[in-house]
């Protein structure tokens, strides 16, 4: 049984950093690539980073100007998001997420296939 679960969120002040856990379960890190993912309130769920143990690939969205470095430990099953310079765009429900990586442009929503609970990150003052 697959399982991913987020956590690390919180309330950071704009500014601030936050660093995010995803605990995987179910699968190796040779079956799916690893991504994190976000829904800030109306909008639609998005791609952050995603590291490929099978390629050595890491892709992160052009949005994030440097500020997210994404690690992966596939011995012991984590993933971790490091966020800095906090802004209040960055609020939103955070995913880690198992995605399907054979193809270079893999790191998308349409390419998950389980997803984990999401963890909450609000920046705010």
């Known amino acids: 049984d697959v399982q991913l679960q987020a956590s690390g969120g919180g309330l950071v002040q704009p500014g601030g950093s936050l660093r995010l856990s995803c605990v995987a379960s179910?699968?190796?890190?040779?079956?799916?690539?690893i991504g994190w993912f976000r829904q800030a309130p109306g909008k639609e769920r998005e791609a952050l980073s995603c590291?490929?143990?099978?390629?050595?690939?890491?892709y992160y969205a052009d949005s994030l100007k440097g500020r997210f470095t994404m690690s992966s430990d596939s011995a012991k099953k984590t993933a971790h998001l490091q966020m800095n310079s906090l802004e209040p765009d960055d609020t939103a429900v955070y995913y880690c997420?198992?995605?399907?990586?054979?193809?270079?442009?893999?790191?998308?929503?349409?390419?998950?296939?389980?997803w984990g609970k999401g963890t909450l990150v609000t920046v705010s003052s």
């Open positions: 997420a198992a995605v399907v990586d054979l193809e270079p442009a893999y790191c998308t929503t349409q390419k998950v296939a389980h």
């Open positions: 179910g699968f190796s890190f040779d079956d799916y690539a």
């Open positions: 590291i490929s143990e099978s390629d050595g690939s890491t």
